[in-house]
């Protein structure tokens, strides 16, 4: 696609034109806390329906029902498990830390 021809989309992160770029960010305000790093990441007041924690890699599974539950969405995990590895590792699964990002200031937890 010709970013000229096209001057007024936006850059979308796929193909060649954004391939190297690394300016690209979705940045999705959260009014809620992530249930496993408990960081205020989510969306729709906790009720984001495919969401990824971005600190800790949890995807939010509104089907579980308590923290001892396995967890489809997070390669079975339960709340208790995935928290634990978030304090050791920095993620829910070691190999996930990657993709991981700090806490941004204004989601630190208030309480």
């Not at 000229?4 to 954004?18: D, F, M, R, S, T």
């Not at 939010?60 to 923290?67: A, P, R, T, V």
């Not at 990657?98 to 204004?106: A, D, G, L």
């Amino acid at each position: 696609m010709n970013s000229k021809q096209y001057k007024y989309l936006p850059v979308v992160n796929y193909g060649e034109e954004a391939k190297n770029r690394t300016d690209i960010e979705i940045d999705i305000i959260g009014n809620s806390s992530c249930p496993c790093c408990r960081f205020i990441t989510i969306p729709n007041n906790g009720d984001a329906l495919a969401y990824i924690c971005p600190i800790c890699f949890w995807e939010i599974d509104l089907f579980i029902k308590s923290d001892d539950e396995t967890s489809d969405q997070n390669h079975g995990l339960t709340l208790i498990k995935a928290r634990k590895n978030y304090q050791q590792f920095g993620a829910v699964l070691p190999n996930l830390k990657k993709y991981c990002r700090q806490p941004k200031e204004y989601e630190y937890p208030t309480k």
